[in-house]
């Protein structure tokens, strides 16, 4: 079976940091992109970042560019969202997901979810 089990979302100031992790198991890790998309209430799921395991590159979004770090320990199959500099738009529930390549939209697995509030 496989999961995908998103920890370290939570309740944060305007300018706080948080380290996201999502923690994949049943799949070959090093033969997926995890990405990171989030969601607010009200709005499309939008990309955040991914993280492709076959040629190491990272990818982001503009929104959070210079602010945001994908890192993946294939070791552990946990690849990590750092956010620093955290603003309000940035609230929302933080999804990871696994596909065969970043640049799709079609992902096979995702995760629960993790919300991630941040008050001004």
């Known amino acids: 079976e496989v999961q995908l089990v998103e920890s370290g979302g939570g309740l944060v100031q305007a300018g706080d940091s948080l380290r996201l992790s999502c923690a994949a198991s049943?799949?070959?890790?090093?033969?997926?992109?995890i990405g990171w998309f989030r969601q607010a209430p009200g709005k499309k799921r939008e990309g955040v970042s991914c993280y492709s395991s076959s040629d190491k590159k990272t990818y982001y979004a503009d929104s959070v560019k210079g602010r945001f770090t994908i890192s993946s320990d294939n070791a552990k199959n946990t690849v990590y969202l750092q956010m620093n500099s955290l603003k309000p738009e940035d609230t929302a529930v933080y999804y990871c997901?696994?596909?065969?390549?970043?640049?799709?939209?079609?992902?096979?697995?995702w995760g629960q979810g993790t919300q991630v509030t941040v008050s001004s």
């Open positions: 049943g799949i070959t890790f090093d033969d997926y992109a």
């Open positions: 997901g696994a596909a065969e390549i970043c640049t799709t939209y079609d992902y096979d697995y």
